[in-house]
């Protein structure tokens, strides 16, 4: 997931070099943590968070494979 996850919000910023993407894996659930450059917050939320929806979904439906619960969080 992590690399999905690192994947798109590459193809989405200015400044790729600054996306982080971490993983922490428990029994039931995955969480990914995304953090982008500042100025480039706004083009991984999306207007009314519409792009960040996106995101969830894609990545909800990748793991449905797992049976594990996935939680994408964009951190600032």
């Known amino acids: 997931m992590k690399e999905l ?6 193809s ?4 790729p070099e600054e996306v982080v993407v971490t993983e922490t894996e428990t029994d039931k ?3 990914v943590e995304l953090k982008v ?5 706004g083009k991984v939320i999306g207007k009314q ?7 969830r979904t894609v990545v909800k439906a990748a793991a449905t494979k797992d049976d594990k ?6 951190l600032q």
């Open 49 to 55: 968070g519409r792009i960040a929806k996106s995101i």
């Open 12 to 15: 989405l910023v200015d400044h």
């Open 69 to 74: 619960k996935v939680v994408v969080e964009i």
């Open 5 to 10: 996850v690192q994947v798109i919000a590459m």
């Open 29 to 31: 659930s995955i969480i």
């Open 37 to 41: 450059a500042p100025e480039d917050m």
